[in-house]
């Protein structure tokens, strides 16, 4: 599956951005799908996974109440909401996905890769 993210960008501190995570080739349905970024000089991290049906999801504790992922099967689309960012949000952010189906927090997980959307969060 080809994954394409996009709506990154410059953003105000406590301001907002939704990010999406188009797929094309195949169907999203059959994977769970996941958001990792990566901040210069930084490894890559974990940020959110949600299962094929959308039911299941996980969070890394530093976005828990901030971020909110969900899916549009239908659609292809995953979406990233980050609201309340921060300057340590700053990273490019990419969209992966995993054939474990309920979702995982391991990078290893995920097989498919988007190519990344920088966000950046400063005044």
């Known amino acids: 599956v080809q994954l394409q993210a996009s709506g990154g960008g410059l953003v105000q501190p406590g301001g907002s951005l939704r990010l999406s995570c188009a797929a094309s080739?195949?169907?999203?349905?059959?994977?769970?799908m996941g958001w990792f970024r990566q901040a210069p000089g930084e490894e890559r991290e974990f940020v959110a996974s949600i299962s094929w049906s959308g039911g299941v999801t996980y969070y890394t504790d530093s976005v828990k109440g901030r971020f909110t992922t969900s899916r549009a099967n239908a659609r292809d689309t995953v979406y990233l909401q980050m609201n309340s960012l921060k300057p340590e949000d700053t990273a490019v952010y990419y969209c992966?996905?995993?054939?474990?189906?309920?979702?995982?927090?391991?990078?290893?997980?995920?097989?498919?890769w988007g190519q990344g959307t920088l966000v950046t969060v400063s005044s």
């Open positions: 992966a996905a995993s054939r474990v189906r309920l979702g995982s927090r391991e990078l290893g997980d995920f097989g498919s």
């Open positions: 080739g195949r169907t999203l349905s059959s994977y769970a």
